[in-house]
């Protein structure tokens, strides 16, 4: 069944698309062929050999994520901030030699000072906004780069990148932490202990890091229970530097349930309730409000 658009999410490592009908999910699909697998001249292929039986004459593809980044399919321009989190006249559309496709790219956001950047999270703010239309507080999306925003009257006013995700990955596989973590098992009082460690004291992290690799060696700390406390004391770090977002607000949390619940954890042990929001509906939640805009 041919599609009345399609509903695209690129990310570094994989392909997410969505055959959308009048107002509903007719189809979905998934490839490995992400960003970052992709040579500027091979996304056209990768795409067509995802989406061509939702393909009619003429099909609109919507697509936000990294496609749009500068080692992309083609680079789609950020919008500063403040605005709102997207805009059908900020789209990027992209030559095609299948004349079935018309390819438009969301455009990610920008701050200028500090210096901060934003690509495929603001599809999703806008998907969160589109299910919370009267929201005003802050949004926190965590991940591989953590965000946290400040949206006031539908616009995004102010936003920080935190690179949490990105070093426990680093630290748990590449430094002299991973011969004493495991790959698996959790222990909420170790990321308990470290969270309120690094909330405390987060000028120590650089020490309190190392003595996960002393305490394993003469004091039995196990490999999940390092694993959680390098945890806690990661997310620990994050609040402490993104408490002027969080203190006295009301935060929405967008992304992968385990993490979002830890996310929820953490700021629970501060005496904030949060509300958990599924990344992947508000991304069709946002791309679906993008097409409304285009359309109206």
Known sequence: MAAHWIAVDWGTSNLRA?????????????????????KPEEFEAALVELVTPWLGARTLVLACGMVGARQGWLEAKYRSV????????????VPTHDPR?????????????????????ETQLAGALALHPNFDGVFCLPGTHSKWVQVSAG????????MTGELFALLSTQSVLRHSL????????????????????????A???FSLRAEGLLHG?????????????????????????????????????????SYARALGAQGLKTDRLDA?????????????????
């Not at 969505?18 to 992709?38: C, F, Q, R, T, V």
């Not at 790219?105 to 934003?118: T, Y």
């Not at 616009?155 to 935190?162: G, H, I």
């Not at 609040?239 to 993490?259: M, T």
């Open 18 to 38: 969505w055959s959308m009908g009048d107002g509903e999910i007719l189809d979905h699909a998934e490839s490995p062929k992400g960003m970052g697998k992709l």
């Open 82 to 93: 403040p605005c709102t989190p997207t805009d059908p006249a900020g789209l990027t559309l």
């Open 101 to 121: 496709l018309d390819v438009r790219i969301a455009p990610g956001l920008s701050q200028d000072k500090p210096a901060d950047v934003m690509r495929g999270e």
């Open 155 to 162: 616009e995004v006013v102010s936003f920080q990148t935190y």
């Open 182 to 205: 495991t790959a698996e098992g959790w222990d909420d009082a170790a990321f308990d202990e470290g969270l309120s460690e690094a909330l405390s004291r987060p000028d120590r992290i």
């Open 207 to 209: 020490a309190r890091l």
């Open 221 to 261: 700390l196990t490999a999940p229970q390092a694993r959680s406390r390098l945890s806690g004391l990661l997310i620990g770090i994050e609040l402490a530097g993104a408490k002027p977002y969080w203190l006295g607000q009301e935060v929405k949390l967008i992304g992968a349930e385990a993490l979002a619940a």
């Open 280 to 296: 992947t509906a508000c991304t069709l939640a946002g791309l679906s409000a993008l097409y409304a805009k285009l359309n109206a």
